[in-house]
């Protein structure tokens, strides 16, 4: 279904799936990690009429700079469709703790597992204290996750607090991956190069060398200039 809504202070929304939250529940915690995952499934909620709070909770994200600007980035985007946004801490030192002993675990490996776990721990807390029956994320949209590894770690996150679901719809059917990119043009997004964390920046610069490209710069790529 195709239907264009006018939503406060955002450009138009259009609606490309007819979504059903669990027990029919009206109102989401969606943990984000980032504006060019989270941006199709803020723009399909919002276009269902579901009640959307905003989690940005990534430990994980490594330099500081880079977090930044993917949070102000998320921030950006949040604002100008009106969906409240919570910014969680960036308890760094948490993360580099649960992660010792993982550090050359590749892609899709247990660190990650770990890396879930603890960002969806958070958000279940948060949904839990804040009376959010549901919690969902924008990590599964992207084809390079492993979206049951996602969606178990949801599980397991949600199934300690009474009255919280975690909801694994697959925000890449229908067009939803393709979408996504033509969200993270039109609205000109930061357009990270690694997946977050110190060993994945790590480890895709080593895979750069290999090829004879130059390492990462934080801050220097965006959609925009995709384009041209
Ligand atoms: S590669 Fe990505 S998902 Fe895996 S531990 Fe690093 S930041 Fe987390």
Redesign the pocket.
Known sequence: MNLTLQQDGASDIVKHIDLEVPHNEKRVLMHSCCAPCAGELMEQMLANGIDLTIFFYNP??HPKREYEIRKNENIRFAEKMGIPFIDADYDVQNWFTR?RGMEREP??GV??T???DMRFERTALYAYEHGFPVITSSLGISRWKNMEQINDCGERAAEHYDGVSYWTYNWRKEGGGARMYDIAKREAFYAQQY???I??LRDTNEWRESRGREKIEIGETWYEQKLT
Do not use: L, V
Request: hydrophobic share 35%.
């Open positions: 994980n994200i992660a892609e899709r660190r990650c770990m890396c879930f997946c977050g964390c060993f994945s």
